[in-house]
């Protein structure tokens, strides 16, 4: 009996490393990972770029620097550096649409929501 035990300690033991380890609290919803410009009449705008590990860059903005984002369902936190140097955290309306598109708006300070597209 306590051989059989062993056995089926030995031959399961690989089969564990299988299983979905639990999501750190790290990582971030896929749908917002990616480099994303603002949409504009004349062309694309500056925008950010998101990582999976939370942390954010500016794309083609020197006076606002993004450096950690963070998502709750239907909403996306972007933390920025303030001009006393110190960290902001704004948080926005967010839906993603045909996973190309990424709709933001401030609660009810926009009429409409700022829309910006996903870059290689």
């Not at 990616?34 to 504009?40: C, D, M, P, S």
């Not at 999976?52 to 020197?62: F, R």
């Not at 649409?97 to 910006?116: E, M």
Request: glycine share 10%; charged share 25%; hydrophobic share 40%.
């Amino acid at each position: 009996m306590l051989r059989r035990l062993f056995l089926a300690a030995l031959f399961a033991a690989p089969l564990a490393g299988c299983l979905s380890s639990p999501v750190s609290e790290t990582s971030q919803p896929v749908e917002y990972v990616g480099r994303w410009v603002e949409v504009l009449l004349g062309g694309d705008g500056d925008g950010f770029e998101l990582f999976a590990d939370g942390v954010a860059a500016s794309i083609g903005q020197s006076e606002l620097t993004y450096t950690r984002w963070r998502a709750k369902p239907g909403t996306l936190f972007l933390t920025t550096i303030d001009d006393a140097g110190k960290s902001v955290e704004v948080g926005y309306s967010a839906k993603v649409s045909d996973v190309t598109r990424l709709h933001l708006s401030q609660n009810d300070k926009d009429d409409w929501p700022r829309i910006f597209r996903m870059v290689d």
